[in-house]
């Protein structure tokens, strides 16, 4: 109770003294307590001690915090001071210690279930030493639970702290096991019917671009990445899928469609928006200063769209533009988009028909990869003759329902 009593007038003299003196003040006290005896009588607890917990809550709801959040930490708090059976300023170490300990035989709770009661305690204390209601935060040597499987350590207690305040709490941040396998077999009900499919576990590789069939064989290194970035989107997409990739990145996805064509001018169509989006005349539009990054994205893909008028007339411009911009012709579109070159196409399956190469090239596909095995191989390989087109077959069936 004496140490009590002691920790209690340093923290009051805290805005007044300096750590030397502080010090100096405790081995006073300590001193002057020798042989005193001290008896605890009914008094009630501070008020400024009952409402700590309170406080922490309201400060973090005006730094944003959701009420999800801050019902989770409130139930958290209490739950500890309830079970510890002491106020926050009386809190020690070892009492936090040994209440994470009952916790986790009690409930059988998870290593990471007790890391973030740590974490969150961890938040109100320091957030408590910093408001000067504790000399110093009692979970300071309490470090990290180890998991039973090593996850990376992505983010400091200190940056999941800031990520809450992001976005009015509204983040939602989690950790995934790098080491997790899930079920080989995956599995679907519908209506009484069960149906099964063998989880994909295909390694995506170069050596999947080495059977090319075309009389053009040459696809440079750039492009051998292109395709397997391709056939890797590919493998998590829903079929029919196809996948536009240019300079490492997907430019164009179709997938779900009920034909295979329909995916390629899907994503043809995607990858010319995209080739569009950098025409110069797009790129030097007239924005005004304080136009919404949504708003500017929304407002480019109508200007290149055939509905153009519905951001360029008069008396909606303005809203957008500090000068009305001149229209980006049907021609000037067309004769932007045949400068599209060097693209790169991956399939999940094959090509039953010569139409979605003709497609395909339009927007500047030079590289093709799909799994091959059509009745009408000949007729695809035929029309990638045609336009000068390398394509592998990889003889790997990445479709997917």
């Known amino acids: 109770m004496k140490k009590q009593i002691i920790n209690e007038i340093q923290r009051k003299m ?27 009588g009914e008094e009630q607890p501070k008020a400024e001690e ?6 922490f809550i309201t400060a973090k ?58 974490r969150i305690l961890s938040s109100f204390f320091s957030w408590l030493e910093d408001e000067d209601f504790i000399m110093k935060s009692p979970v300071r ?33 989690i950790k995934i096991d790098p080491d997790y396998k899930p079920a080989l077999t995956e599995t679907k009900e519908v209506f009484g019917i069960t149906f099964e499919q063998d989880r994909n576990e295909a390694k995506i590789t170069a ?44 430019i164009g996805i179709g997938a779900g469609q009920q034909s295979r064509v329909h995916c390629t001018r899907l994503a043809g169509n995607k990858a010319d928006i995209w080739w569009l989006r950098q025409n110069p005349k797009v790129l030097a539009l007239p924005f005004k200063e304080n136009i919404r990054r949504p708003d500017r994205d929304n407002t480019i893909d109508v200007y290149i769209s055939d509905d153009y008028e519905d951001v360029l007339a008069d008396g909606v411009w ?65 029309t990638c003759d045609k336009y000068g087109i390398a394509m592998a077959f990889t003889g790997l069936r990445l479709f997917h329902h």
């Not at 805290?14 to 605890?40: D, R, T, W």
């Not at 009386?90 to 035989?105: G, P, S």
């Open 14 to 40: 805290l805005p007044y003294l300096n750590n030397e003196q502080l010090l100096h003040l405790k081995a006073v006290l300590e001193v002057s307590f020798q042989g005193v005896i001290i008896e605890m």
């Open 50 to 55: 009952q409402d700590s917990a309170a406080a």
């Open 207 to 250: 050596e999947l671009l080495e059977n090319r069939p075309t009389k053009n064989k040459e696809i440079p290194e750039n492009a051998q990445r292109d395709l397997l970035i391709a056939l890797i989107t590919l493998k998590y997409t829903q079929s029919n899928s196809v996948c536009y990739v240019k300079d490492g990145q997907a």
């Open 141 to 173: 040597r309490i470090h990290k639970v180890k998991t039973a499987k090593i996850i990376k350590e992505t983010y400091t207690d200190e940056a999941l702290e800031v990520l809450k305040t992001k976005r009015k709490g509204t983040y939602n941040i």
């Open 318 to 382: 303005e809203n957008f533009f500090t000068e009305k911009p001149e229209p980006l012709t049907r021609e000037e579109k067309k004769a932007w988009i045949a400068q599209l070159k060097g693209v790169s196409l991956g399939s999940d399956a094959f090509f039953p028909f010569g139409d979605n190469i003709e497609r395909a090239q339009r927007s500047g596909v030079e590289y093709i990869a799909q799994a091959g095995g059509s009745i009408r191989d000949d007729n695809v390989i035929e």
């Open 61 to 118: 709801r005006i730094e944003g915090c959701s009420e999800k959040t801050l019902t989770y930490y409130s139930k958290t708090i209490a739950a500890m001071l309830n079970g510890v059976g002491k106020s926050p300023q009386q809190i020690t170490t070892d009492d936090l210690r040994r209440y994470l300990t009952d916790y986790q035989t009690q409930r059988r709770a998870s290593k990471v279930t007790i890391d973030n009661i740590r």
